[in-house]
């Protein structure tokens, strides 16, 4: 499972709005903030269309995870 941080992380690396983030995956803004505010659980399904269209790994995925412990 994604977490909300690294979900959160690939959109501003990739310096989207959350309504362009949204459009990309083919969601709405709503959707993508109550995901990134931990209200709603990022699906298997979200996590593939992530990975597939901005060409994320689960290793990298891991690494900002990983990275945004160690800023907290």
């Not at 959160?8 to 709503?30: F, P, W």
């Not at 993508?32 to 505010?37: A, G, I, L, Q, T």
């Amino acid at each position: 499972m994604m977490s909300r941080d690294v979900f959160k992380q690939i959109r501003i690396d990739e310096g989207l709005s959350q309504v362009e983030y949204a459009k990309a995956l083919g969601m709405s803004q709503t959707f993508v903030s109550m995901m990134e505010n931990g209200h709603y659980p990022i699906s298997d399904n979200t996590r593939r269309k992530v990975a597939a269209k901005f060409k994320v790994t689960p290793d990298i995925m891991e690494q900002v995870h990983r990275s945004n412990k160690l800023l907290q």
